[in-house]
């Protein structure tokens, strides 16, 4: 009998139909293509399933400090996203073939059980991945498989732009696409009806749907009124917070204001979870601003809105960079020295004084759990890593200071941080997650190395003046006024009392503070010489009790 030729698309972490280069590849060569998706043990516990289907007991953990890989918050969005993908299959008369295990052993068996239901394998289609680990999946798949790659994760195609992975600063980059003519290519368009689905494809491994339903019972999560992310995985629902931002709520022409929000769900575009996941396309985002400003053409110099949609393109481009980076630079995403130590220095160029290259990094298991259950005593840092625990999602501002609490006020292996981000955010991607991390550690792409440090309780002020999103993750300290709540252990004995607060007891004494948040206390407490019982005057800094 002959043997019907089959491609397969492999939905590798891009759970959707729009703007998908692997799916398109594999429709427009075949006649039978088979949609498949598969849940690796490394990356996500699926061992709820081991007995069911023989695998081995396989717990994914962090790669240096063995962390947790995937919490559940993240796992409920991946399995949400799929299930969506399979519906926005079957709409076109395909379906999705649901597997759990590794890629290197599941795809061989798959090929030769097609090719026992007279199926010949031609191509294997998915998305390029660019860190190591991903990379050694690919190569071994390689070996032995017909595999296709697409680079369908950046937003400008690397064949588009002659990268030079010498770029070590993000402006260097963003300048030279920004004199591109056409930087990013047209999405490509939606696919009305798919080829046909060979239902003996279930057999392979039956009951996908059942198992992953399952897993989602398992991992489900308490939903917290709060939450600045409420939004379910799936293609259609980000494709919908799309259009919303962009062309109901206007959103988008106010992005440069309002992106260093803190409270609720429009206070930035949101649109990270559903780029990490692949639920949107980079390109699609990209084209659909661009319509934006066509559209309110009229309105552009008025509203602003060209200048939001500028610093939009300009976060999506940070995106860009850290992959680019990573292709270039492989490993050292992960190296506690990072990026800052990807090159050898000239002979005429000197190490700068207190270079982050001769840190000596600490581990600090007491330390590190007070920062990562918002016990730190710091009130700003305490309501972020709060919504982080209760959410799995925190603001950008937020990001960025917890790290550098972590890394530069504790000292703590940056590392650490990060891998407990890559256990518990919604959103994390490799790039991005230990790419921003170096920089804010300063070990990564910063020009200014290890000399940019956030005065967390500036920041606090600045951002939340009167105490509101700390009063919301921190009820402790609701009935302090606003000149107390970014500081609460400069009350006295008796304001303590007066406003239900004992510190030590209701809220934690500062576990760590620095000299320079000083300049920064309210006027009545500038005097106050509370902060001396706890300052280690040779570092400059308050040392845990």
């Given at each position: ?97 649901i597997l759990f295990g590794t ?93 046909f689905f060979p239902k003996e ?18 991992a489900s999560v308490k939903s ?322």
């Open positions: 009998m002959l043997h019907k030729p089959i491609n397969i698309c492999f939905f590798r972490n891009i759970f959707r139909v729009h703007d998908n280069q692997s799916l398109h590849h594999a429709i427009q060569s075949s006649k039978h293509v088979l949609p498949v998706v598969c849940l690796d043990p490394r990356l996500m516990d699926i061992s709820l399933l081991n007995d069911k289907l023989g695998l081995e007991n396989v717990t994914p953990k962090t790669h240096t400090f063995g962390l947790e890989r995937c919490a559940n918050f993240r796992t409920s969005y991946i399995i949400e996203s799929i299930m969506a993908l399979k519906q926005e299959l079957i709409k076109r008369n395909s379906d999705l073939l890629p290197e052993d599941l795809f061989p068996a798959l090929q030769k059980h097609l090719a026992k239901n007279h199926y010949q394998l031609e191509k294997i289609h998915t998305h390029k991945e660019y860190a190591f680990e991903e990379l050694a999946v690919e190569k071994t798949l390689s070996k032995t498989l017909p595999m296709v790659y697409h680079h369908d994760t950046t937003m400008v195609h690397p064949d588009d732009v002659d990268f030079d992975n010498t770029y070590k600063v993000y402006t260097h980059f963003r300048k030279r696409i920004e004199k591109m003519d056409k930087p990013v290519r047209d999405p490509l368009e939606i696919p009305k009806e798919l080829p494809a279930i057999e392979f491994q039956p009951n996908g749907e059942q198992h992953l339903q399952a897993l989602y019972k398992d917290d009124q709060r939450n600045a992310f409420p939004w379910k995985g799936g293609e259609q629902i980000a494709k919908e917070r799309l259009n919303d931002y962009l062309f109901k709520s206007d959103g988008v022409i106010d992005y440069k204001q309002t992106r260093n929000g803190l409270i609720g769900t429009e206070y930035s575009t949101k649109f990270s979870v559903f780029l990490s996941h692949g639920c949107l396309s980079p390109r699609f985002i990209w084209h659909e601003m661009e319509r934006h400003k066509k559209e309110h053409k009229r309105n552009i110099k008025a509203a602003g809105d060209e200048d939001g949609i500028y610093w939009v393109k300009f976060e999506l481009l940070w995106r860009d960079f850290f992959r680019y980076l990573v292709m270039g630079n492989g490993k050292k995403i992960f190296l506690l020295h990072g990026f800052r130590n990807m090159a050898p220095l000239e002979e005429d160029q000197k190490k700068p004084k207190n270079s982050y290259l001769d840190k000596v990094w600490k581990t600090n298991d007491e330390y590190f759990n007070k920062w990562k259950t918002g016990q730190t005593g710091s009130p700003f840092i305490d309501a972020c890593m709060r919504e982080l625990m209760y959410t799995g999602f925190m603001n950008n501002r937020g990001r960025q200071n917890v790290a550098s609490y972590l890394a530069k006020d504790l000292e703590i292996d940056w590392r650490l941080g990060a891998e407990y981000f890559e256990s518990i955010l919604k959103d994390h991607d490799v790039y991005s997650n230990y790419g921003n991390w170096q920089y804010v550690s300063g070990v990564g792409c910063d020009p200014r190395e290890g000399f940019r440090h956030f005065n967390v309780l500036k920041q606090s002020k600045d951002y939340d003046p009167e105490g509101f999103y700390i009063k919301l993750w921190c009820p402790e300290l609701q009935d302090l006024p606003s000149h107390y709540v970014h500081c609460p252990w400069l009350m006295s004995a008796e304001e303590q009392k007066q406003y239900n607060c004992v510190i030590g007891r209701d809220y934690p004494e500062p576990m760590s503070m620095m000299e320079s948040w000083k300049r920064h206390y309210p006027t009545a407490a500038k005097g106050s010489n509370k902060i001396t019982k706890y300052l280690d005057t040779k570092n400059k800094k308050i040392k845990v009790k």
